[in-house]
């Protein structure tokens, strides 16, 4: 069973610009949640979506969105890029269903350098 | 949500056991306590889970007293491969309606010295 693969893996961008980061959960599994990773701030979480539907949000301003499609493929997308959006970007799929567990499947993540 | 607080960070060395305590005091009745592990540049990965008394898988042990204020992780006979960053979640895992409420706090750097 594949894993949860995010695309693309690094990219650099300057300041203003924006950027699209992608997340294939794994199969089956129908809640995507996005977290920003920096050395400073640590794991923070970002949203989460479900059968296309953002179920929760993260405290972070709305240059950050995102949207879940129809096979439960989500998308990232953060505008007017920043200096302090340098991070690793991480995708996390989840089965959620009956009584799962809640685990969360991550992807490798989204490293994302802004100049 | 219930906040969590763990050391910052634990030195070990090879083949000793290490044990990770998180406090969660204000925990609610449906919460679960979770450990995730997660290497430099991955993701997460899950470790175990649980909710009270004692839970043993094929790579940790998880200690829950009776009041569930806090929890401890034990890595039993760590190698260095287990130098990882390891974070303690606490939340409802079944309340689907709410969705992923999951909420990662600084975790615990473990490093283990040969």
């Known amino acids: 069973k594949a894993g949860v693969t995010q695309t693309p893996r690094y990219l650099i961008k300057t300041r203003g610009q924006q950027v699209t980061l992608s997340c294939s959960p794994i199969s089956g599994h129908r809640s995507v949640s996005w977290y920003q990773q920096t050395p400073g701030q640590g794991l923070q979480f970002l949203f989460e979506?479900?059968?296309?539907?953002?179920?929760n949000k993260g405290n972070f301003p709305g240059r950050f969105s995102g949207r879940q499609f129809s096979n439960s493929r989500s998308e990232m997308n953060v505008s007017t890029l920043e200096l302090g959006d340098s991070a690793l970007y991480l995708c996390?799929?989840?089965?959620?269903?009956?009584?799962?567990?809640?685990?969360?499947?991550f992807g490798e993540g989204s490293r994302l350098t802004v100049l | 949500l219930a906040k969590t607080t763990q050391p910052i960070s634990m030195d070990s060395y090879e083949g000793q056991e290490v044990n990770i305590t998180c406090s969660h005091n204000?925990?609610?009745?449906?919460?679960?306590i979770t450990w995730y592990q997660q290497f430099p540049s991955q993701g997460p990965r899950f470790i175990i889970q649980?909710?009270?008394t004692k839970v043993t898988n094929e790579v940790a042990s998880l200690f829950i007293p009776a009041d569930r204020k806090s929890s401890t992780l034990s890595l039993p006979r760590v190698s260095l491969s287990d130098t990882a960053v390891y974070y303690c979640l606490v939340g409802d895992i079944f309340v689907k309606a709410a969705g992923n409420k999951l909420t990662f706090g600084g975790g615990t750097r473990v490093l283990v010295k040969p």
């Open positions: 649980g909710y009270k």
């Open positions: 996390a799929s989840s089965l959620d269903v009956g009584r799962s567990t809640g685990e969360l499947f």
């Open positions: 979506y479900f059968s296309e539907t953002q179920r």
């Open positions: 204000n925990i609610a009745t449906n919460d679960y």
